[in-house]
């Protein structure tokens, strides 16, 4: 089975400033998903970014990137120029990419804190 | 276009009676996801249902829980004889297949068992 750790519970940044989650995952198969997903207080889960395993590029998406060591099994997400809209919860999660289902494993989440 | 929408929003019910709790998946997606997010087990994966094919059912928690989905569109999860433990967020999310990366997931149906 698979398994994601998120070892920060809660993070805090300053405003316009560079803040990283970590997380890290267990796994014994190579060709997986993985995603950086927000939840701000209305409940709704939004895909922030993703990552394929088998790219050795690592994913952006504006103000969002990750860095992904395959080896060490390792997926951290950089949020630069923090708003205070980033403030939520953020979860790494897991997929595998064959046909048994795909469902998502998260990790316990990082609470992020935006300070003006 | 229309998300994946849940209802109710939130449910509050007495220990011991059963509750249904709706998911209407994005139109056109085949796959549908129930997972519980709650304080003590943080996000968990319930049940998944593809197309026809029989549901993958191993996350459900006990024989209390059970899900259908007809038509291969809304869904409905249900608990029966509800226990104080079952109080969690309820999410549902959909794809457009067990290929497809992206799940989109909808609001949520707070559970609370008093």
């Known amino acids: 089975a698979q398994t994601v750790t998120q070892s920060q519970p809660e993070m805090s940044v300053q405003e316009a400033e560079t803040v990283t989650l970590s997380c890290t995952y267990d796994?014994?198969?190579?060709?997986?998903?993985l995603f950086w997903y927000k939840q701000p207080p209305s409940r709704q889960m939004i895909l922030v970014i993703r990552?394929?395993?088998?790219?050795?590029q690592n994913a952006t998406e504006n103000r969002f990137s990750v860095n992904f060591q395959k080896a060490a099994k390792s997926f951290s997400l950089k949020i630069s120029d923090s708003q205070l809209g980033d403030a939520a919860m953020y979860f790494c999660?897991?997929?595998?990419?064959?046909?048994?289902?795909?469902?998502?494993?998260f990790g316990g989440g990082t609470r992020l804190m935006v300070k003006p | 276009g229309a998300g994946v929408s849940q209802s109710p929003s939130n449910k509050v019910t007495e220990k011991g009676k059963d509750v249904e709790l709706r998911c209407d998946p994005i139109?056109?997606?085949?796959?549908l996801y129930w997972y519980r997010q709650s304080l003590g087990q943080g996000l968990e994966f319930l049940i998944y249902?593809?197309?026809?094919?029989?549901?993958?059912k191993s996350g459900l928690p006990s024989d209390r829980f059970s899900a259908e989905r007809t038509g291969g569109s809304v869904s409905t999860l249900t608990i029966q004889r509800t226990q104080q433990e079952d109080s969690a967020v309820y999410l549902c999310?959909?794809?457009?297949?067990?290929?497809?990366?992206?799940?989109?997931f909808g609001p949520g149906t707070r559970l609370t068992v008093t």
């Open positions: 999310a959909s794809s457009w297949g067990w290929t497809s990366y992206e799940q989109y």
């Open positions: 796994t014994s198969e190579s060709d997986y998903y």
């Open positions: 990552q394929e395993a088998y790219k050795q």
């Open positions: 999660a897991y997929r595998n990419n064959n046909n048994a289902g795909n469902m998502l494993t």
């Open positions: 139109s056109g997606h085949t796959a």
């Open positions: 249902f593809q197309g026809n094919s029989a549901p993958d």
